[in-house]
T-cell receptor, first 112, second 115 residues
Framework: DQQVKQNSPSLSVQEGRISILNCDYT??????FLWYKKYPAEGPTFLIS?????DKNEDGRFTVFLNKSAKHLSLHIVPSQPGDSAVYFC???????????FGDGTTLTVKP | NAGVTQTPKFQVLKTGQSMTLQCAQD?????MSWYRQDPGMGLRLIHY???????DQGEVPNGYNVSRSTTEDFPLRLLSAAPSQTSVYFC??????????????FGSGTRLTVV
């Protein structure tokens, strides 16, 4: 049973517009959520995170929102840039577990 | 600062061969993990370690062994390679602070093909 799901395999947006990537999880014990960005032939890079005690975290153009009751988080990128085109993974962790569970990723394409 | 270094970057194995994928980090992170990524799929956890001398299984551990004799190194051993192990393998490290496991630093990956 997949505990972290990204139901949209791909997303295409116009440069300058908002990109919204979504992620759902099933385990209510997850207490920390992260987003990673991955370019082809490279390892993922950490982008932004949010603790389960918060509902929003912002870092420049990137904002992550957490809705615990719906077990849903989203990543907003405003404004989107062509360099943001990549695969985005969400991940969730359990306190003291020492590991993260990843979704299958969403491929974002930002068109100039 | 090298971060997480994986070697080799590419490898072709014949079915039944064994090999070790190397992973080293220089950030003094206590947490290290191995993930595999198959086409169109996310990262699946193979094995992980919360400190030197401590390892545990992830979602897909069969066919792989790990050990963690030092904080810096976390090698992944394929015991008898099978075509189903064709994948891209990522090593990652992180640290734990304030009750949270912080974002992983990933290596650049090892692309393994088993024929």
């Amino acid at each position: 049973d997949q505990q972290v799901k990204q139901n949209s395999p791909s997303l295409s947006v116009q440069e300058g517009r908002i990109s919204i990537l979504n992620c759902d999880y099933t385990n209510s014990m997850f207490d920390y959520f992260l987003w990673y960005k991955k370019y082809p032939a490279e390892g993922p890079t950490f982008l932004i995170s949010i603790s389960s005690i918060k509902d929003k975290n912002e870092d420049g153009r990137f904002t992550v929102f957490l809705n615990k009751s719906a077990k849903h988080l989203s990543l907003h990128i405003v404004p989107s840039q062509p360099g943001d085109s990549a695969v985005y993974f969400c991940a969730a962790t359990l306190a003291n577990a020492g590991k993260s569970t990843f979704g299958d990723g969403t491929t974002l394409t930002v068109k100039p | 600062n090298a971060g997480v270094t994986q070697t080799p970057k590419f490898q072709v194995l014949k079915t039944g061969q064994s090999m070790t994928l190397q992973c080293a980090q220089d950030m003094n992170h206590e947490y290290m993990s191995w993930y595999r990524q198959d086409p169109g799929m996310g990262l699946r956890l193979i094995h992980y370690s919360v400190g030197a001398g401590i390892t545990d299984q992830g979602e897909v551990p069969n066919g792989y062994n790990v050990s963690r004799s030092t904080t810096e190194d976390f090698p992944l051993r394929l015991l008898s390679a099978a075509p189903s192990q064709t994948s891209v393998y990522f090593c990652a490290s992180s640290y734990y602070a304030g009750g949270l496991l912080y974002g992983y630093t990933f290596g650049s990956g090892t692309r393994l093909t088993v024929v």
